[in-house]
C-alpha cells in the first residue's frame, strides 16, 4: 500500500502569510493525487485534483505542484475562511489512501 | 442541486452487522464512480471503498476488505456498503463520495454528503 506523510501537522500562521503544506508518499503516483479542505463538522472540499489543476469554484490563492513523491499545497495570501485541516489523497493504486491532515490555525 | 444523502447509521454490537445506503440526485449517477470514506472521532479521513460507474472495478482499505461490500443500484440512483462483522475500530462517520471523471477510472472526490455515524459498542 502506498503511504502519505505531510508535514507539518500543524501551522500556525497570520491572515496574509504564504503558507505550504508537504505531502509525500511512499512511491511515485505520478500526478495523482488531490488536496481536501475539511472544516470541523463539515464534509470536506476538493481544492486540487491531479497535483495541480484548481477545482472549480476554488479561489486562486490555492496552488498545488509537485510529481512523483514530493507534493505541496500552497495558499498564497491566508484568509480567515482558511482556517481549516488539509489532507492530501493519492488515487494512483488501491488502496486510495489519506496523508494525516495539517491543521493551520491562528497564530 | 447535485447531493449526496447517507443513511443507515447507528449503535450496533461487535460482530453485528448493518448497510449504509447513499442517496444520489442532481446528476447523472450512473455516469460515476463512487466511494465510501470514513472518519473516527477526532481522526483524519479513510478511504474504504470505491466502485466503477458500471461496478466493473471495486477497491477495498485493508482494514475492511473481507468484512465489508460496496455496491450500487444505477437504477435508484443509490450506493451502498454492507458492513459485516463489525469492530470498535469501525467506529466513525461514514461519508459518501462522488468521483470526478465521468465514465473514467477512479479519481478524486468532488461531491461529498454529510455522512452517517456507525457507533460499535457493547
Known amino acids: 500500500d502506498i503511504q502519505m506523510t505531510q508535514s507539518p501537522s500543524t501551522l500556525s500562521a497570520s491572515v496574509g502569510d504564504r503558507v505550504t503544506i508537504t505531502c509525500r508518499a511512499s512511491?511515485?503516483?505520478?500526478?495523482?493525487l488531490a488536496w481536501y479542505q475539511q472544516k470541523p463538522g463539515k464534509a470536506p472540499k476538493l481544492l486540487i485534483y491531479?497535483?495541480?489543476s484548481l477545482e472549480s469554484g476554488v479561489p486562486s490563492r490555492f496552488s498545488g505542484s509537485g510529481s512523483g513523491t514530493e507534493f505541496t499545497l500552497t495558499i498564497s495570501s491566508l484568509q480567515p475562511d482558511d482556517f481549516a485541516t488539509y489532507y492530501c489523497?493519492?488515487?494512483?493504486?488501491?488502496?486510495?489512501?489519506f496523508g494525516p491532515g495539517t491543521k493551520v490555525d491562528i497564530k | 442541486e447535485v447531493q449526496l444523502v447517507e443513511s443507515g447509521g447507528g449503535l450496533v454490537q461487535p460482530g453485528r452487522s448493518l448497510r449504509l445506503s447513499c442517496a444520489a440526485s442532481?446528476?447523472?449517477?450512473?455516469?460515476?464512480?463512487m466511494h465510501w470514506v470514513r472518519q473516527a472521532p477526532g481522526k483524519g479521513l479513510e478511504w474504504v471503498s470505491g466502485i466503477s460507474w458500471n461496478s466493473g472495478s471495486i477497491g477495498y482499505a485493508d482494514s475492511v476488505k473481507g468484512r465489508f461490500t460496496i455496491s450500487r443500484d444505477n437504477a435508484k440512483n443509490s450506493l451502498y456498503l454492507q458492513m459485516n462483522s463489525l469492530r470498535a475500530e469501525d467506529t466513525a462517520l461514514y461519508y459518501c463520495a462522488k468521483d470526478v471523471r465521468v465514465r473514467g477510472v477512479m479519481y478524486a472526490f468532488d461531491i461529498w454528503g454529510q455522512g452517517t455515524m456507525v457507533t460499535v459498542s457493547s
Open positions: 512511491q511515485s503516483i505520478s500526478s495523482w
Open positions: 442532481g446528476f447523472t449517477f450512473d455516469d460515476y464512480a
Open positions: 491531479k497535483a495541480s
Open positions: 489523497q493519492q488515487y494512483n493504486s488501491y488502496p486510495f489512501t
